[in-house]
């Protein structure tokens, strides 16, 4: 008999936080100078990577994307397709993969010690808000700067209390999951 690559409790856990993911990440808070929107799907991704690890955290996002843009509508703003990943904010969705394996090796490898833990979320969260100026720049015609302070320089306050709430929260998340 050969072994499964997943257990079924991983395979639960997984479909567990895609569907976390998939209910936080419509909610979008508009912001009337930015076609960013503030949403909890980073807040969903870190929590995710703490219960399940980089790896099945990643599997987690790759479903949630999957179903997005097969047009449920799970990205912000209650929207699905790939209209929206080919769209202003697209870049973010893409970041996101980068995010998850950044913040998840740091969580992996430093055991969910806090401060290793925010670096990583932080890092992520850098290369993720990176990816995402580009093609939100890119796709608005308007320059690198400009992407920064209409995509990025406006939700970094609320990215780091999001950071520092999923510190706090996913350590005690990952203890009471592998109590069950």
């Not at 997984?14 to 936080?24: E, S, Y």
């Not at 097969?70 to 929206?84: D, E, Q, R, T, W």
């Not at 995010?99 to 969260?125: N, T």
Request: charged share 10%; hydrophobic share 55%.
């Amino acid at each position: 008999m050969s072994k499964s690559l997943l257990t079924t409790r991983e395979l639960a856990l997984i479909g567990l936080m895609a569907a976390v993911t998939c209910i936080l990440s419509p909610i979008a808070l508009p912001i009337p100078f930015s076609p960013v929107p503030v949403t909890f799907g980073n807040l969903a991704l870190f929590l995710a990577v703490y219960v399940l690890g980089m790896k099945n955290g990643f599997i987690s996002y790759v479903i949630y994307f999957l179903i997005g843009i097969a047009g449920l509508p799970v990205f912000s703003g209650f929207s699905g397709g790939m209209g929206k990943v080919a769209g202003p904010t697209g870049g973010y969705l893409i970041g996101f993969f980068f995010m998850v394996l950044i913040a998840g090796y740091f969580i992996d490898k430093y055991h969910a010690k806090k401060g290793p833990s925010i670096a990583g979320m932080v890092l992520g969260a850098l290369v993720c808000n990176l990816v995402g100026t580009v093609w939100l720049s890119h796709q608005l015609g308007i320059s690198f700067l400009a992407g920064l302070g209409s995509g990025v320089i406006p939700y970094l306050p609320g990215d780091l209390v999001k950071i520092i709430a999923a510190s706090f929260l996913g350590p005690e998340l990952r203890k009471a999951v592998n109590r069950l």
